[in-house]
């Protein structure tokens, strides 16, 4: 079965550092998703990417993150500088067109940042 | 911000017996609501779905019904296994707001042998 796949599993970074985290999202799919999950709160909508642009975005979105489909295949969120609070689970995820705009929803297995 | 609520953190039920998770929204423009599963170490799994123009969806083992008046949803499963033993994320979603779902904060099920 086609799954979201996201790498790594899990990465500890230093506060202030750059981070990368990547998806492949199922092959026919085109739209995409991040959320996150920190720790012992909610799963929470980040950014959606459709057509190589950002369809939404939260207010957790800000100036410090921002996506990229750089090779067709790949989808990255890229943290400039992290904190300490962006430390949590982060899924992606994808979706096939035609459905309900927000249904089905298929989720990676998320990267754990840890940010010290 | 507290638009989808989950008010029961954990339930514990014999196999065989129902489960049944409850849910809460306060966004009346919310039309579209989702069941997630999610296990350990692995990333939220869609189980079923509701439009807000229908009160009941079934899915074999799963069924989802809407009160649209008392802005409440609920999954039943029947006959619980022990393999549904997760946390079960309800969430939420509005047409007029694009591609955002909005998720409560998960319930533990915890279905004994």
């Known amino acids: 079965e086609p799954e979201v796949t996201q790498t790594p599993s899990h990465q500890v970074t230093q506060m202030g550092q750059e981070v990368i985290l990547r998806c492949v999202p199922i092959?026919?799919?085109?739209?995409f998703y991040w959320y996150r999950q920190i720790l012992g709160q909610k799963v929470e909508f980040l950014v959606s990417f459709y057509n190589n642009e950002i369809s939404e975005k939260s207010e957790i979105f800000d100036d410090q993150f921002s996506v990229e489909r750089p090779d067709g295949s790949n989808f990255t969120l890229k943290i400039r500088s992290t904190k300490l609070e962006d430390s949590a689970m982060y899924f992606c995820a994808s979706r096939v067109p035609g459905t309900r705009n927000t249904g089905e929803l298929f989720f990676g297995e998320g990267s754990r940042l840890t940010v010290l | 911000d507290q638009q989808v609520k989950q008010n029961s953190p954990s339930l514990s039920v014999q196999e065989g017996r129902i489960s049944i998770l409850n849910c809460d929204y306060t966004n009346s423009m919310f039309d579209y609501f989702l069941w997630y599963k999610k296990y350990p170490a692995e990333g939220p799994t869609f189980l079923i779905s509701?439009?807000?123009?229908?009160d009941k969806n079934e899915d074999g083992r799963f069924t989802v019904f809407l009160n649209k008046s008392a802005k409440h949803l609920s999954l039943h499963i029947v006959p619980s296994q022990p393999g549904d033993s997760a946390v079960y994320f309800c969430a939420a979603s509005a047409t007029n707001a694009g591609n955002m779902l909005t998720f409560g904060g998960g319930t533990r099920l915890m279905v004994k042998p």
């Open positions: 092959s026919n799919h085109l739209y």
């Open positions: 509701i439009s807000s123009i229908k």
